[in-house]
């Protein structure tokens, strides 16, 4: 990895972060607070929240055994994705690289930010090489974008070819681990003091079941982190979600539970769906979905809706051609899905 100094934008580097209020004094022993301009009534949220969540950040370590320096927390992880571009990507001149299919806001952001973005395919296996991506890198590539298990196609990405990348790479490579938790893979979180280079996102609106409150995290070296803390909105995590969040947090048991319930339908379902008729090839899944290809996924797609179910037509996303991607739901949501989908003519 080339110097943080060198793959960070210039005006990045050398900017002074607002400080607000609650940056200023962080103390908890204070029983007057007349620094921040605050409505004195209408406690507790009269006040503004932490700006770096720390209370949360300390449950977070508790469950997910990463340090509170090594950790975001972000409205979102689009919030950490956009800073990535943010924080790193000269707009014009820098450029990304990215497998494809894969996560759509990745590219989004790219354009939102004015930065090239590098789609490469993966093979017929929906597999990497880490090659090919390193081969459409120049001296211009600041981060390559990784999705593991990847959406839309639902499969762990080959680890050894993710650690090629971490080792040959000079520059960020991230791993977005949204849907970890429904893999057998031991998170490559666990590795961040292993490689400087290495920004791992999550997520609580998956396996949490809480994407309502819209938290994110990125986890990365204290210095990539500090980066992130200077140019993030001072109060991008609202007191709500993060009490919501600790809440969350505290019963990581019950999370285990939903995860096993749902890792059982996936095995029935993707059993299920293959004998449809309409399905065509079922692929592997490491997640809490699908891909399926299918006879005619538009056609599906526009039964389904008027049935009154919901399910992703991924048919014009590269190497995914009369594809739908299905979410897991609950048996019954499951058996109404099959059962619709049965009477397909």
């Known amino acids: 990895m080339i110097s943080l100094e060198k793959l960070t934008r210039k005006n990045i580097w050398n900017l002074a972060p607002y400080s607000c209020a609650r940056n200023e004094f962080s103390g908890t022993t204070a029983r007057v607070f007349l620094d921040a301009n605050e409505n004195p009534y209408g406690s507790p949220l009269n006040r503004y929240p932490d700006p770096l969540q720390l209370e949360l950040k300390k449950k977070i370590e508790q469950v997910k055994g990463i340090p509170v320096d090594y950790t975001f927390l972000g409205n979102g992880s689009d919030e950490a994705i956009d800073l990535m571009y943010r924080c790193f990507c000269e707009p014009k001149e820098d450029n990304v690289v990215a497998i494809e299919p894969t996560y759509g806001m990745y590219k989004v952001c790219a354009d939102i930010n004015d930065v090239e973005y590098r789609p490469v395919l993966l093979d017929e296996n929906y597999q990497i090489a880490a090659d090919k991506l390193l081969a459409a890198c120049d001296a211009h590539t600041k981060v390559i974008w990784v999705c593991s298990p990847n959406n839309p196609t639902g499969n762990d990405i080959n680890r050894d070819e993710i650690v090629k990348l971490l080792n040959a790479f000079e520059g960020i490579v991230v791993v977005d681990e949204a849907y970890s938790d429904f893999s057998r893979l031991r998170p490559l979180r666990y590795e961040l003091p292993r490689y400087p280079n290495l920004v791992v996102l999550n997520t609580l609106s998956k396996a949490w079941a809480s994407a309502a409150i819209r938290l994110g995290m990125a986890f990365a070296s204290p210095e990539i982190i500090d980066i992130f803390n ?60 699908f891909l399926a290809k299918v006879s005619d996924a538009q056609g599906i797609y526009d039964y389904l809706v008027k049935q009154g179910v919901i399910v992703r037509n991924r048919t014009r996303v590269q190497l995914c051609h009369n594809c739908l991607r299905i979410t897991i739901g609950t048996r019954n949501e499951n058996n109404e899905l099959i059962g619709t989908l049965r009477q397909y003519k």
């Open 230 to 289: 200077k140019v993030k909105y001072p109060y991008n995590v609202n007191y709500l979600t993060q009490q919501q969040a600790i809440k969350v947090l505290s019963d990581p048991f019950e999370v285990d539970r939903w995860v096993q319930m749902i890792l059982q339908e996936r095995s029935r379902m993707l059993e299920a769906f293959s004998q449809l008729s309409i399905c065509e090839k079922v692929y592997p899944t490491d997640a809490n979905f």
